[in-house]
Structures are given as C-alpha cells and as structure tokens.
C-alpha cells in the first residue's frame, strides 16, 4: 500500500515494524530491496522525538502503545539493508534515527538494572526490557518477554556493526552496552529457571511459561545459539517437538495453529535436527 508493507489489509490494515522488518528481511534475502528501502524511509519518518519507534502505523498516525520488540526491529531493517545493498551513504544518513532509537533503547535497559532488581524474585528482570504486550499472548498483563529482549539485543548487535562500519568513535560503547544487555538476560533466564522450577527457556521470565517460538528469536537473529544453557536450549525445543507431535495423538485437544510456528523448523535446523526440521 504505497510504501507500507502490511500483514494483511483485510483484517490489519496497518503497518507494523514487527512484520516490516521480519517481511522486509525476506525479500531482501530474495535480492527484491526497493521496497524495503521505501517502507524503511517511510517508517522512520513516524519515530517519535524521544526516539521511541511506534510498533505501528495506520491512516490516524503512529500508535504509542510500548511493545519493546520494536527498537531492535527498526535497527535491524535499517542495518539489514546495508548488510544486502551494500549502500554506505544510506547507512550514514540513517544513522542518526539508529541512535535515537539506541538511546531510547539504552534508557528502557537501565531503568531495570535497579539494586531493587538484584533481590530474590525481581531478579526475573535485572536489565531487560520494561514489560510490555508486544507478544500477543501477554496483552491481558505486560510481561517481561524474551522476545522483546532478544529483538532488542539484536538491535544492539546491528547497532554496533553499523557504527563500526561508519567508524562511529562509539562502536566499541555500543558493542560494550550490547554484552551487558546479553548477560544480564542469561542472569534472568537462570533467576526465571530457579523461581518457578522449570527445566527451559521462558517465554517471559516474569512468567515462567513455555513458548519455543518466543525462544527461536535467540537462534535468529540474535545470534546467542552457543551461549545459552545447551541442557535449557535442548529441553526447550524437546518440549516443543513433543507438543506438535501430541497433536496427531487420538483425542489431542488442541485449536490454534499460528504460522509464527514455523520459525520452530529453522530452530531445529539450527540445532542440528534435520529430520525433526522436515
């Protein structure tokens, strides 16, 4: 629809970044990059001063509604494009809307690295994103979901590659900032696993509940496949391979397939199941 890419203009007629990026990193991977560069020129001119990136846009403007996801998202578009397109002057003057939406980023991560946060369960999340409800399943009460964080360190890698691609002199603060953000989510993974005595990786650690498809989002983009627990990282897709197959069983009660799922067949090729992925 001009310039927007949308998941459906039946029943979403709006554009979001959350499907932009992830429809936009598609076809640039199809080598289709100019309508990723109009839908990415277009969205950031809906950023709002504080660098906040609106999780989407229809015909009454950008919506402020926070879902945390959306920072890394928008830093990802923009740094997918160079990454596919080669085009440095491009990379150099988006580069201020990068910033920004770093900088509100950073803001968002500190404001939960609090001493309160150290303590007994409010260790579930030490440094990283405000709750929010940008996974659909969390939008009867904000949660801390790790979807949002590993969208958001994503962000923070992407970040740090253009910044030493333009040879920004804060390259290596960014880098810094980023290896925090990724300890900081492994701690509160831990903390999550220990509190509600789970054996995988949360969809939320405020939460403690199971959702692989959340978890897909560390193999990729986020890039932290070899730094989480394996025994976590395993038992999570374990869980997850034994509850599609359930579905086949005689009597299964289940009624919901979302095609978010099949970021799960990527996952157990990443993982090296090959056989499980088919």
């Given amino acids: 629809d001009g310039p927007q890419l949308k998941p459906g203009t039946r029943s979403y007629n709006r554009s979001w970044i959350r499907d932009g990026a992830m429809m ?23 950023l709002f001063d504080n660098g906040k990136v609106p999780c989407c846009v229809d015909y009454r403007g950008p919506d402020p509604v926070p879902e945390n996801d959306v920072q890394g998202e928008f830093i990802h578009l923009l740094v997918q494009l160079y990454r596919y397109g080669g085009d440095r002057a491009s990379l150099e003057r988006e580069w201020p809307k990068i910033e920004a939406a770093l900088d509100y980023m950073e803001r968002q991560r500190q404001s939960e690295r609090t001493p309160e946060n150290r303590i007994g369960d409010r260790r579930v999340r030490y440094g990283l994103m405000p ?3 940008s996974h659909e399943g969390y939008s ?14 994503t962000g923070y890698k992407d970040a740090a590659f253009a910044a030493r691609v333009l040879e920004k002199p804060e390259a290596a603060t960014i880098a810094a900032h980023g290896q925090d953000f990724a300890g900081d989510i492994r701690s509160a993974i831990d903390a999550a696993v220990e509190r509600f005595d789970i054996d995988f990786i949360p969809g939320a650690t405020s939460l403690g509940d199971f959702d692989a498809t959340s978890t897909t989002m560390a193999l990729d983009p986020a890039g932290e496949m070899d730094a989480l627990d394996p025994a976590l990282l395993a038992r999570t897709f374990d869980k997850q391979w034994a509850r599609v197959m359930a579905r086949d069983d005689v009597g299964a009660d289940w009624e919901d397939y979302t095609p978010y799922e099949l970021r799960n067949v990527s996952a157990f090729v990443r993982l090296g199941r090959r056989a499980q992925a088919n």
């Fill in 131 to 133: 709750p929010s409800i």
């Fill in 24 to 46: 936009g990193d598609t076809l640039l991977r199809l080598g289709v990059i100019e309508p990723v560069r109009e839908f990415a020129d277009w969205y950031a001119s809906k």
């Fill in 140 to 153: 009867s009460a904000p949660q801390y979901s790790l979807w949002d964080d590993f969208w958001a360190l």
